[in-house]
């Protein structure tokens, strides 16, 4: 029997630079196709509504610390999987649900949305600095100079990191996270993963001390608060792994919404122009940017016991490659998908997943879309690509690495005297 669909195409350098013909092509099979027997999963599933039946059905669940151990995975040696298996992330259903609601009392929507002016201070403090890189003309690299330290500093505030300690985290986010890219892992870099969760670890571990002897209205001060009162809802092992993922996961993906934002914009004059003229549309564009390149672009489920998904079997043990990226492009659910469409109309996308691992974070990462694109697009009316972007090369945590833009003059200072909209109020 032949099998239409190999891991090996998927895996290879052309599909991780641009997934969507590739995708294309999946979605012309259905919803979901099967695998070869000696493949690492039974089936990838790509339709829409099979993503989403994956993702909320309790049968299909994450590769918690059982499935690992059936598996033969020494999980146990590694110190980035303990972390992950004792987070959220990788928790089995009764954990999940235990730990996430004690989060979900700490990460409120009121404390979110307190945070917006600090949004517009970080966003308005980096456009200065952008400003000033990019003086003369001078090409300067977005990521470095704004989409990485941005959503770093607001999960910092969040979580209360320390402004002199920010800096010190991206390096060892880089290396924590570079284990969830799908395919096999080299040694070096697994290495150098354990290395940054035991410094994570380390970090936060003083940080909990800190903020117990002195507590402050941040979100670590609130979790050891509820762990003092409720020691048999948290352990330490747990608090300390989700404040890791917490930050990781705020920071990395929310970057890469803004590097891919951007360069989808600057690609379509007459979509930029609309949001410039119009703030309020951002929303809108945030959606439609996390639909159309979103910073995640797959999930991995094992069956709990024999089922199917979209008429393909899945015998009980084997995973479920659930690729959400192509599900934001499904043409059964988002007509004409490979079209960038901010009007588009409901535009419930899986780039924050579905069901139970819905990323706890969502709310957080659209607002501060919602609040730096407009003032980023406004300050510089002439904003715009220095260099032919590089290829993303991972399909988890996907975006730009680097991204040269010229920011050109800022508004503020044009000649004419035409003072810049004041964004002050939308934040």
Same mark, same amino acid.
Do not use: K
């Given at each position: 029997?032949? $099998?239409?669909?190999?891991?090996?195409?998927?895996?290879?350098?052309?599909?991780?630079?641009?997934?969507?013909?590739?995708?294309?092509?999946?979605?012309?099979?259905?919803?979901? %196709?099967?695998?070869?027997?000696?493949?690492?999963?039974?089936v990838v599933v790509h339709g829409?509504?099979?993503?989403?039946?994956?993702?909320?059905?309790?049968?299909?669940?994450?590769?918690?610390?059982?499935?690992?151990?059936?598996?033969? %995975? !020494?999980?146990?040696?590694?110190?980035?999987?303990?972390?992950?298996?004792?987070?959220?992330?990788?928790?089995?259903?009764?954990?999940?649900?235990?730990?996430?609601?004690?989060?979900?009392?700490?990460?409120?929507?009121? !404390?979110?949305?307190?945070?917006?002016?600090? *949004?517009?201070? *970080?966003?308005?403090?980096?456009?200065?600095?952008?400003?000033?890189?990019?003086?003369?003309?001078?090409?300067?690299?977005?990521?470095?100079?704004?989409?990485?330290?941005?959503?770093?500093?607001?999960?910092?505030?969040?979580?209360?990191?320390?402004?002199?300690? !920010?800096?010190?985290?991206?390096?060892?986010?880089?290396?924590?996270?570079?284990?969830l890219e799908i395919g096999p892992?080299?040694?070096?870099? *697994?290495?150098?993963?354990?290395?940054?969760?035991?410094?994570?670890?380390?970090?936060?571990?003083?940080?909990?001390?800190?903020?117990?002897?002195?507590?402050?209205?941040?979100?670590?001060?609130?979790?050891?608060?509820?762990?003092?009162?409720?020691?048999?809802?948290?352990?330490?092992?747990?608090?300390?792994?989700?404040?890791?993922?917490?930050?990781?996961?705020?920071?990395? +993906?929310?970057?890469?919404?803004?590097?891919?934002? /951007?360069? /989808?914009?600057?690609?379509?004059?007459?979509?930029?122009?609309?949001?410039?003229?119009?703030?309020?549309?951002?929303?809108?564009?945030? &959606? &439609?940017?996390?639909?159309?390149?979103?910073?995640?672009?797959?999930?991995?489920?094992?069956?709990?016991?024999?089922?199917?998904?979209?008429?393909?079997?899945?015998?009980?043990?084997?995973?479920?490659?659930?690729? +959400?990226?192509?599900?934001?492009?499904?043409?059964?659910?988002?007509?004409?998908?490979?079209? $960038?469409?901010?009007?588009?109309?409901?535009? !419930?996308?899986?780039? $924050?997943?579905?069901?139970?691992?819905?990323? %706890?974070?969502?709310?957080?990462?659209?607002? &501060?879309?919602? *609040?730096?694109?407009?003032?980023?697009?406004?300050?510089?009316?002439?904003?715009?690509?220095?260099?032919?972007?590089?290829?993303?090369?991972?399909?988890?945590?996907?975006?730009?690495?680097?991204?040269?833009?010229?920011?050109? &003059?800022?508004?503020?200072?044009?000649?004419?005297?035409?003072?810049?909209?004041?964004?002050?109020?939308?934040?």
């Amino acid at each position: 029997m032949g $099998f239409p669909v190999s891991l090996d195409e998927l895996l290879g350098d052309e599909v991780r630079r641009d997934p969507y013909p590739y995708y294309a092509r999946l979605h012309e099979l259905g919803e979901a %196709v099967a695998l070869a027997p000696t493949a690492p999963h039974a089936v990838v599933v790509h339709g829409y509504a099979a993503a989403q039946r994956v993702l909320r059905d309790p049968v299909f669940r994450v590769l918690d610390a059982r499935y690992l151990d059936r598996a033969g %995975v !020494r999980w146990r040696d590694h110190a980035v999987l303990r972390t992950l298996q004792a987070s959220m992330f990788n928790a089995p259903a009764e954990d999940h649900a235990r730990v996430r609601h004690l989060f979900g009392q700490a990460l409120t929507a009121r !404390r979110v949305a307190a945070l917006e002016p600090a *949004i517009a201070r *970080i966003t308005d403090d980096l456009l200065d600095g952008l400003a000033e890189a990019g003086a003369d003309g001078r090409p300067v690299d977005f990521m470095a100079a704004f989409a990485l330290p941005l959503p770093s500093a607001v999960v910092g505030e969040l979580l209360g990191v320390p402004p002199s300690d !920010r800096a010190w985290f991206p390096s060892r986010v880089r290396a924590f996270d570079a284990v969830l890219e799908i395919g096999p892992r080299s040694f070096r870099e *697994i290495r150098a993963a354990n290395r940054a969760a035991e410094e994570l670890t380390g970090y936060f571990t003083t940080l909990l001390a800190a903020r117990r002897a002195e507590p402050r209205d941040d979100l670590v001060s609130a979790l050891a608060s509820l762990r003092a009162d409720r020691p048999d809802q948290l352990s330490e092992a747990e608090l300390l792994a989700n404040l890791i993922v917490t930050y990781n996961a705020g920071f990395r +993906t929310t970057a890469n919404l803004f590097g891919s934002g /951007l360069t /989808l914009l600057l690609a379509r004059p007459a979509a930029l122009a609309a949001l410039r003229a119009d703030p309020s549309l951002a929303p809108a564009y945030v &959606e &439609e940017i996390l639909r159309y390149e979103p910073p995640v672009h797959f999930a991995v489920r094992y069956a709990a016991e024999d089922t199917e998904v979209a008429g393909v079997d899945v015998p009980r043990g084997r995973t479920a490659l659930v690729l +959400t990226g192509a599900a934001n492009r499904d043409p059964r659910r988002f007509p004409d998908p490979d079209t $960038f469409d901010p009007s588009r109309a409901d535009n !419930r996308h899986l780039a $924050f997943s579905a069901g139970p691992h819905y990323c %706890v974070g969502a709310a957080l990462g659209r607002t &501060e879309g919602r *609040i730096a694109l407009p003032r980023l697009l406004d300050r510089f009316p002439a904003l715009a690509l220095a260099a032919t972007p590089g290829e993303p090369r991972q399909l988890m945590l996907r975006g730009h690495d680097q991204l040269a833009v010229r920011v050109g &003059e800022p508004a503020a200072d044009r000649p004419d005297g035409t003072a810049r909209v004041d964004l002050a109020q939308r934040a």
